[in-house]
């Protein structure tokens, strides 16, 4: 967070000068730019590299966006990286292992991915109603995955 785009340039290469006095290497991929409303984008150069300006990104697991709702994107995001999961774990879920085992692989691997900072999510009633049709879904799902072992 910068007041302007000149303070946030001279932070930006003063951090990675003395990152590299001290043998560290700033990751210029994974380093990005957002403005907000207020600022006009123009390119921010560190070192010789211009950074991406973008609307979003993923920061400790939950995207980021300035001005806009995270809440619809962010859920949907936790459910598709959810099923993912429940993907590579297909396996087990269709194996003979007893369905104790089953419910608690799902519970410790599947649901904690897609609930992940989800104490942080702001509820309407529409949607409350997304989450329940989502658990309906998830337990009917869940359901039809262990019945076709």
């Not at 340039?9 to 210029?28: A, H, P, Y």
């Not at 390119?43 to 966006?65: A, F, N």
């Not at 087990?92 to 599947?110: A, D, E, M, W």
Request: hydrophobic letters at 40%; aromatic letters at 8%; a positive charge.
């Amino acid at each position: 967070m910068a007041e302007s785009l000149e303070d946030l340039s001279t932070m930006l290469n003063d951090l990675n000068s003395v990152s590299q006095r001290i043998s560290l290497k700033m990751n210029m991929d994974k380093t990005k730019i957002m403005f907000n409303v207020h600022v006009t984008p123009m390119p921010v150069i560190v070192g010789s590299t211009m950074l991406e300006v973008v609307d979003e990104y993923v920061y400790l697991g939950q995207i980021v966006r300035l001005g806009k709702s995270n809440f619809d994107r962010e859920v949907n995001r936790r459910i598709q990286l959810g099923w993912a999961a429940f993907g590579k774990l297909r396996q087990i879920f269709s194996s003979g292992i007893p369905q104790s085992l089953k419910t608690k692989v799902y519970n410790q691997c599947v649901l904690p991915v897609m609930t992940y900072e989800a104490e942080t999510w702001s509820f309407t009633a529409g949607r409350m109603r997304t989450l329940k049709v989502l658990c309906v879904i998830d337990s009917e799902m869940w359901i039809s995955a262990v019945k076709s072992e």
